[in-house]
């Protein structure tokens, strides 16, 4: 858990009080200019050197997070 004010979060999305599927993927930043070419939103994004995460919103506003892990 993640704390940033008086509550605690889990995850990555600042607020978020549901559960976030991620979905294993080859590459995070190749997936995140898809998601937008085909109308979604990227709403986080960490590049990191031990593995890249991201959460957007598909084009009916659904949450849904994309990662992949360096091995």
Same mark, same amino acid.
């Given at each position: 858990m993640?704390r940033? !004010?008086?509550?605690?979060?889990?995850?990555?999305?600042?607020?978020?009080s549901h559960?976030?599927?991620?979905?294993?993927v080859? !590459?995070?930043?190749?997936?995140c200019?898809?998601?937008?070419?085909l109308g979604?939103k990227?709403?986080h994004?960490?590049?990191?050197?031990?593995? !890249?995460?991201?959460?957007?919103?598909?084009?009916?506003?659904?949450?849904?997070?994309?990662?992949?892990?360096?091995?």
């Amino acid at each position: 858990m993640r704390r940033w !004010d008086e509550r605690q979060h889990g995850g990555l999305v600042r607020g978020a009080s549901h559960v976030v599927f991620h979905v294993l993927v080859a !590459d995070v930043e190749e997936t995140c200019g898809r998601v937008e070419s085909l109308g979604g939103k990227v709403v986080h994004k960490v590049i990191d050197d031990g593995a !890249d995460f991201a959460c957007a919103h598909d084009t009916s506003g659904n949450l849904f997070g994309v990662f992949h892990r360096r091995n």
